[in-house]
């Protein structure tokens, strides 16, 4: 950190602060994209605006914001790069993780450095498994009744080459294997990030390979995880919320830049009979139709982030399966949205926007990438069994 981080004090900063990021973040977007170059100086400007900090408790000296600010910032972020916006993601699914499960002094210690603008990555997906909660990563008794030893590979660990601590998902061996999160510095010994991610989209998000071997974890930094899904909880809806905020917000960045286009470059078709192209009355129903898409995306995140923090104020089963629905409904439509939107850019737009130069399609590379996270057509399922037989959604991280 070349500076302390601001501390924003309540939602309208935080939401100027991410709509200001944004059109930063946005005027370089293509061309770091193009060239995979990695944020680091823009994650810097993150950490020292100090939107990281939104989420920690008024008690500890945060602004303690919404869900619905929170997702807003998201969407904001993601309208300018889809790559950058998705990195912090795991960053506030932690911080609420020690929200939730985080002893006094953990929570001390930790909300005090989120405050400083550190920033948490995540070492949680594995390759080769049965499933994604069939972990391989284990924290081992050391042997001095004083700590832990881990070791594990992560891959998909967005966020962790830039991050400075690492949380990290494992399975504890002294507990039944009951799921666990340990937070470790980012430069502890044994800790190795590969930056090896190929995606299509997504190219910035670094989201490679972490190879942790025989990593010291002092007990105190580590967090029982496994108690968040022993009773009503928004662990996966916010952070299911934060992945439908991308998928909008990148919804909303391809029909911004598609208008742009359309405005500024496209030629109007001949048979048209007008003198440019925005006055072409089927690109205008096009228009019209992708902006019902975008809007109704738009209008469904919100609902969802007032269902989370509804059930925030009065958390019941009840409750959250409410918030649990209502993301799941948020995020299956702005992912539709998102790809959908980002592809008839093209459609509207015309032969020029397929220029490699212009970079146009790195919004549907972006849309097609990030929507691939979790299947949408579980969440369909259980929205389908919610309204036939009234079975609330499982107690999981992803829904």
Do not use: C
Request: aromatic letters at 6%; proline letters at 5%; charged letters at 20%.
């Amino acid at each position: 950190m070349s500076a302390p981080a601001h501390v924003i004090s309540d939602s309208a900063e935080a939401l100027s602060a991410a709509a200001e990021l944004a059109n930063v973040f946005r005027a370089d977007a293509a061309k770091r994209d193009a060239g995979r170059l990695l944020p680091r100086e823009e994650l810097e400007h993150l950490s020292s605006s100090g939107l990281l900090g939104i989420t920690v408790p008024a008690e500890h000296g945060g602004a303690d914001v919404p869900a619905r600010t929170l997702a807003e910032v998201f969407r904001l972020l993601a309208s300018g790069d889809a790559s950058l916006a998705q990195i912090p993601q795991s960053h506030f699914v932690y911080v609420n993780v020690l929200r939730r499960q985080g002893s006094p002094a953990q929570q001390r210690f930790f909300f005090a450095e989120v405050l400083a603008g550190r920033r948490f990555g995540n070492a949680q997906s594995e390759r080769g498994t049965k499933h994604i909660q069939d972990l391989r990563t284990r924290l081992e008794p050391d042997g001095t009744g004083a700590g832990f030893v881990l070791n594990g590979v992560k891959h998909y660990s967005t966020g962790a080459l830039f991050a400075h601590w690492i949380p990290v998902l494992a399975r504890a061996a002294h507990a039944d294997d009951a799921l666990h999160v340990a937070y470790i510095p980012r430069d502890a010994p044994g800790v190795t990030v590969e930056d090896d991610w190929d995606g299509m989209g997504q190219r910035t998000t670094a989201s490679g390979t972490v190879h942790l071997e025989r990593v010291a974890v002092p007990a105190d930094r580590v967090v029982p995880h496994h108690l968040t899904f022993e009773g009503p909880q928004l662990h996966g809806a916010v952070a299911q919320l934060l992945h439908a905020a991308i998928d909008t917000g990148i919804a909303v960045g391809a029909l911004a830049e598609a208008a742009e286009f359309v405005r500024t470059k496209s030629r109007p078709w001949f048979e048209s009979g007008h003198a440019t192209a925005a006055e072409d009355p089927l690109l205008i129903q096009s228009f019209g139709e992708l902006s019902l898409q975008v809007r109704a995306a738009e209008a469904l995140l919100d609902a969802a982030a007032r269902a989370v923090d509804a059930a925030t104020a009065e958390l019941t089963d009840d409750t959250a399966a409410e918030a649990s629905l209502a993301v799941a409904a948020a995020k299956v439509h702005a992912g539709k949205a998102a790809v959908q939107t980002s592809s008839a850019l093209f459609e509207v737009a015309g032969t020029r926007a397929a220029l490699d130069s212009l970079n146009l399609h790195r919004h549907w590379r972006d849309a097609r990438t990030h929507t691939l996270h979790d299947p949408a057509r579980w969440k369909i399922q259980h929205l389908g069994r919610h309204v036939l037989n009234g079975t609330r959604p499982p107690r999981h991280g992803l829904l």
